[in-house]
């Protein structure tokens, strides 16, 4: 029911929609991110956001897919959003906006996958140092080389 109301409101939002693992994941247009995220919290009650984590499909492309995790605590019903980046330069806009709670989460898949998000307030590092090369969590990242200690000086 829900992505043929999404439908309806804005017909080149979704891409896609099925039941994963027993909840419904919809697949959005990443130009659409910030407008489907804002009218799914003031029109469906989807007032927490639980996650937004990515995934790195090397080499697939298009490459990155990142994920949101919405959950709207008066209905008890939970709600996968799904928006797939290329390999070149990802990039989507920010849903900060709408839920403060993406802050921290869209930083840290900055930070660890290299994914920017456009009109994030504080776009940067939270988890490597700010000098790090790279985003250790894409799936071409050099696993041998030089390595560093906690304070970032080589061993």
């Not at 109301?5 to 979704?14: E, H, K, M, R, Y």
């Amino acid at each position: 029911m829900l992505p043929e109301q999404l439908q309806a409101w804005d017909a080149s939002a979704v891409l896609n929609s099925r039941i994963e693992r027993g909840e419904l994941s919809i697949e959005i247009a990443a130009e659409k991110i910030a407008a489907v995220c804002r009218y799914l919290k003031d029109e469906h009650q989807f007032v927490r956001l639980s996650a937004v984590t990515a995934v790195d499909r090397y080499p697939a492309e298009p490459r990155f897919e990142v994920v949101y995790l919405l959950h709207s605590i008066e209905r008890n019903q939970r709600l996968r959003l799904k928006c797939r980046l290329p390999g070149e330069a990802p990039e989507i806009d920010s849903v900060t906006g709408v839920w403060r709670a993406a802050d921290w989460y869209e930083r840290e898949v900055f930070d660890l996958l290299g994914v920017r998000f456009r009109n994030h307030p504080d776009l940067r590092r939270i988890l490597m140092p700010e000098d790090w090369n790279g985003h250790p969590l894409r799936k071409d990242y050099p696993v041998t080389g030089q390595k560093y200690n906690y304070t970032g000086e080589a061993l």
